[in-house]
């Protein structure tokens, strides 16, 4: 943050910094002229003629009338082709003023305009920075993260570790302890071993039996002695309960078998009868094609020849039973699949009448709704990927692009001042045609006034004489001396104007703000037709309007400052103005 | 259903003769044979000590008394009373005693099994077998009496001997594949030996009578197997119960597992159904409930239970064994077909309250009873599908395809039945107390229900 707003600080101050210096350098220069003009000795009684040829020569140059023709040949210098001369120069001066005025309203608008991007510039930057810190922050926590797996795994592989080495040490133990219980087990053994040794030793207190009278066996019978043939006997003896066992198991398979076989056959003969039916009904349709007539014929032999493999008990007729049963099987299922999906079908048909149709077109909306759920879903992913583009852009890149805009803008701005200058040169073309009519007018005016004198003389003169009539040439000279005060009148305020502007050059915002009103305003000022108190309204408004735009940017305080004391100055300046005109 | 007087007994010695017809009980160091019919004295013998076991020769003939103590048997002849015969294992002691399936024959097991004596009563002759192991069942006589496998330990190796009970020959003797032999059990038709090894490995063995391994059956690795084996009645099951709380059930074709029944705590299955034991305490005074039924035992004892049948599901109640001490209770530890192989019932001991009767013609749960105390005995009727149960209190259980009812036995004193046994008529049914005994006659017509 603190770099950022520092940098832009740094912008600021270097923008404000350029900015000034051409306008600078203007007053700079213009200053001088200024003081030229104030105090000037450039004519004194021994260089007059020099004087006047020069100021000829400059005015000539700058496309004006010269001040007096060096055909008329007196030397007396036209007064009235010098203060039209002055005119015009006060005239091209202001317009000239006026321009630059414009010129510079425009400039500080731009640069207001230039504030306001950057200072967006450095809103986005900004953000730039918050993702750029945000992104880190996401970095590293997601290094983090992996350092945590990455210790999990390792506890996890510690563990396994721990495990494996726990599960041998509890085989070792186990090898071990068996080891054990087989030596203890040993030992014991020995020991009983000693045990029965002794007990069988001992003499006093044997084991012994006591019986009354030996019984007779259970059986009645004699107990053998144990020879190889009793042996052999006991042989026999067990493999026979072993084969009877055996014997009777297999006689209990037997039965179970007969039993299975019997449900077999029953299922053969129901299946059989099933199949047959159902190849009557194929047989019958004439759309069935040939395969499947092949089929049952082959079905028929199946049929023939499972008949008498059913009491077969040899292994090639147990594994064609077994395949014909499995065959029929699979046809029973197929056919029984076929009718439930027959069956199926029906009720599908049953139920399309119903509701079939709502639920077509229910569908269809489904999917049109889902389609379009899709499209803004796109819609939305390429917005944000694209104003994720937007918001981190690398900073060549926006500079690149920042520069190019400023080019753009500025390129518009030139058009629009060029094209108010242009409206404004027509302004000037209008009020200068004005000027010369009012300046045609005047000279017809003059003309009559000297007419009117040359009258006035002839009456005077002729009032001298006997024959006088004083009636009819009063009225006539009021009314020129009435004209006439008018015109010294404006004569006098145009230069009082000029001055008080150009002390006013010295701020820049000055000019701007004498640049704004009409054109017409002035020149009817100038011709004092309207009162000089209008004239500071339209300032003002022009003011507010600029305050508000200007309070974007970060210096307003002082820039205000210099509008209400050049406001104040004109506004002082005026009144002086009137009190001299008056 | 009627019920005898109550008769003294003692160490729960009471027996039935294997033809019906005697009843014989050990009091203290006498015993007494009485006519199951009349319940009359039929002869008295006094032994030289308390006797410790006592059983029945096959033939219904002899009787036979050991005191382990005193390392003596006693053999008493019901026809000579005179007749006596007296065994001494001497100082290398005795710890088990029991007759050979022909009833001329006593086979003692010697102290930290040295060797199995075999005395005959017909030559007074005694052979030695040795190297007998010490597990949870070493010997078994096949069910026709021709054959004894018997487990031993050799060199740290399982071994079964198969002899020939007529002259104690040795008929095979081969070597098991097991880590350390728990027990061995015959197929009720006598060709297969089942043989299975401790719990710490599911193992079972199936052998020919001729020593062929038949298969191996192993359902898990690692954890706790097998608690308890049972043959079907009909050799044509296998099951299985072991510490995972489920039964497994092998066929015997192919000797593969056909099914398993899972003990849930949840019953889930709804067509099984599951009876609970309600009791019902006879109304007393709140004010002096406890002193009166602690002073006054018979009311205490003549509470009133019944079954009401739950709908499912159910949730049962379940004990967590102690995983830090030996021989968990969990686990199915007894598995007992009926007569007819129809039915199984199994009890799962960390559910001691309950237990399971299942079909095995639907290889389904059938019903399930939950009793208010833990089940201590179980037993088939030896001829119908009826399951007898005690847990220890003054009633008997019964269940049958067509329902399960709670019968308060009518004795005065409190009568709390420990165990039972079935007379092989299936007719009447012995129920031993901790110092008494009762006959319980079934009437005929609730049988036909």
């Known amino acids: ?582 | 259903m009627n019920f005898s007087e109550v008769f003294k007994q003692s160490n729960q010695l009471c027996k039935v003769s294997p033809d019906g017809k005697y009843l014989a009980t050990c009091v203290q160091y006498r015993l007494v044979v009485r006519d199951v019919g009349t319940l009359q004295i039929l002869q008295l013998y006094t032994c030289l000590d308390q006797i410790s076991h006592m059983d029945w020769s096959s033939d219904s003939l002899f009787i036979l008394c050991a005191m382990y103590k005193r390392g003596l048997v006693q053999v008493w002849s019901l026809e000579q009373p005179d007749w006596h015969c007296k065994i001494d294992e001497g100082s290398i002691g005795l710890v088990s005693s029991r007759w050979s399936p022909d009833g001329r024959h006593i086979l003692n097991t010697t102290e930290f099994h040295l060797r199995v004596t075999v005395w005959s009563l017909c030559t007074k002759a005694v052979s030695y077998i040795k190297y007998p192991k010490a597990c949870q069942k070493g010997i078994d006589f096949s069910r026709d009496g021709c054959y004894m496998a018997l487990a031993e330990r050799r060199d740290c190796k399982d071994f079964v001997s198969v002899f020939v009970c007529d002259d104690w020959h040795l008929l095979r003797h081969f070597e098991t594949e097991t880590q350390d032999l728990a027990g061995l059990e015959w197929s009720p038709n006598g060709c297969v030996l089942a043989v299975w090894d401790s719990c710490l490995e599911y193992k079972v063995l199936l052998y020919s009578l001729d020593g062929r391994l038949l298969s191996t059956y192993s359902a898990y690795e690692w954890s706790l197997g097998v608690k308890s084996v049972t043959w079907s009645p009909s050799s044509q099951f296998l099951a299985i119960g072991s510490y995972d709380e489920k039964v497994r059930i092998l066929n015997h074709i192919t000797w593969k597992k056909i099914t398993q029944f899972e003990h849930p705590a949840t019953i889930s299955n709804t067509k099984a159904v599951v009876y609970k034991e309600v009791v019902k305490r006879p109304a007393v005074g709140s004010d002096d409930l406890s002193l009166h039924n602690i002073t006054i035992g018979t009311t205490l004892f003549n509470t009133q239970s019944k079954y009401e049948i739950c709908p499912t599901p159910v949730q049962l109640p379940v004990v967590k064994p102690d995983p830090d001490r030996a021989n968990p209770k969990i686990g199915v530890s007894t598995v007992a077909f009926s007569s007819d192989s129809r039915y199984l019932a199994t009890k799962n001991d960390n559910m001691a309250n309950v237990v399971w009767v299942w079909d095995m013609q639907k290889m389904s749960l059938e019903a399930v009873l939950e009793q208010t105390s833990a089940v201590r005995c179980l037993q088939w009727d030896p001829r119908r599908p009826r399951l007898a149960v005690c847990t220890g209190n003054t009633k008997l259980y019964l269940w049958s395809p067509a329902g399960c009812v709670s019968v308060q036995v009518p004795t005065e004193g409190g009568f709390q039945v420990q165990s039972l046994n079935w007379h092989c008529s299936g007719d009447s049914l012995i129920l031993l107390g901790k110092e008494q005994l009762c006959l319980c006659y079934m009437d005929h017509d609730q049988e036909d229900k």
């Open chain 1, 1 to 582: 943050m603190r770099e950022s707003s520092s940098e832009v600080k740094d912008i600021r101050s270097s923008s404000v910094e350029c900015r000034p210096s051409p306008m600078r350098q203007f007053s700079q220069s213009s200053l001088p002229l200024n003081r030229n003009y104030m105090l000037s000795d450039f004519c004194k009684e021994h260089n007059v003629q020099e004087c006047r040829s020069h100021i000829n020569q400059e005015v000539s140059s700058l496309g004006l009338q010269p001040v007096w023709t060096e055909a008329s040949g007196s030397s007396e210098m036209n007064i009235i082709a010098v203060l039209n001369c002055m005119y015009d120069l006060i005239q091209l001066h202001h317009r000239g003023l006026r321009t630059l005025e414009n010129m510079e309203v425009e400039q500080l608008k731009t640069s207001s305009n230039v504030d306001f991007l950057q200072l967006n510039a450095t809103h986005l930057k900004e953000q730039l920075e918050l993702s750029k810190r945000e992104n880190t922050g996401l970095l590293e926590r997601e290094r983090q993260l992996q350092l945590k797996v990455k210790t999990l795994q390792n506890s996890l592989k510690n563990e396994k570790e721990e495990v494996q080495k726990l599960q041998n040490i509890i085989s070792s133990r186990a090898s071990q302890y068996n080891h054990e219980m087989k030596r203890k087990e040993r030992e014991f053994n020995k020991l009983k071993e000693r045990l029965n040794q002794l007990l069988v030793d001992k003499k006093e207190k044997k084991q012994a039996i006591d019986v009354l009278n030996s019984i007779g066996r259970a059986d009645g019978k004699r107990s053998l002695w144990k020879t190889v043939k009793t042996e052999a006997k006991h042989e026999g003896e067990m493999y026979k309960t072993l084969l009877s066992d055996y014997d009777t198991r297999q006689r209990e398979l037997l039965l179970e078998n007969a039993e299975l076989k019997k449900v077999l056959q029953q299922m053969k003969k129901d299946m059989v009868s099933i199949l047959s039916s159902r190849k009557n009904a194929l047989k019958e349709d004439k759309h069935q094609d040939a395969g499947i007539q092949a089929d049952a014929e082959e079905e028929e032999e199946v049929f023939d020849s499972s008949k008498e493999s059913v009491e077969l008990y040899c292994d090639q007729a147990r594994e064609k039973l077994t395949n014909n049963i499995r065959l029929q099987w699979r046809r029973l299922k197929s056919h029984v699949e076929r009718l439930d999906s027959q069956a199926s079908l029906a009720q599908r048909g049953e139920n399309k009448n119903s509701d079939a149709v709502a639920r077509e077109t229910h569908e269809d909306e489904m999917d049109g709704l889902k389609l379009e759920i899709q499209q803004c879903k796109d819609f939305i992913q390429t917005q944000q990927h694209l104003l994720q583009q937007l918001s981190s852009p690398c900073d060549e890149e926006t500079a690149s692009l920042l520069s190019d805009c400023f080019m753009l803008q500025e390129k518009e701005r030139f058009r629009e001042e060029w094209k108010s200058l242009e409206e404004q040169r027509k302004i000037f073309e209008r009020e200068r045609r004005n000027f010369t009519e009012a300046a045609i007018r005047l000279s017809h005016e003059r003309k009559a006034f000297e007419d009117d004198r040359a009258l006035f003389l002839k009456h005077q003169f002729l009032s001298l004489s006997p024959f006088a009539d004083t009636n009819k040439p009063q009225m006539t000279k009021s009314k020129s001396a009435f004209l006439i005060s008018k015109t010294e009148a404006s004569a006098e305020t145009a230069p009082e104007n000029l001055i008080k502007c150009r002390s006013g050059t010295t701020s820049p915002i000055l000019r701007c703000v004498q640049l704004t009103p009409p054109p017409t305003d002035d020149l009817h000022r100038t011709f004092c037709l309207m009162p000089d108190k209008r004239s500071t309204k339209p300032k003002r408004k022009i003011d507010h309007g600029e305050e508000s735009r200007i309070s974007l940017n970060g210096n307003i305080p002082v820039q205000r400052k210099q509008w209400n004391d050049s406001e104040d100055q004109n506004s002082h300046s005026h009144p002086k103005e009137k009190t001299s005109s008056i």
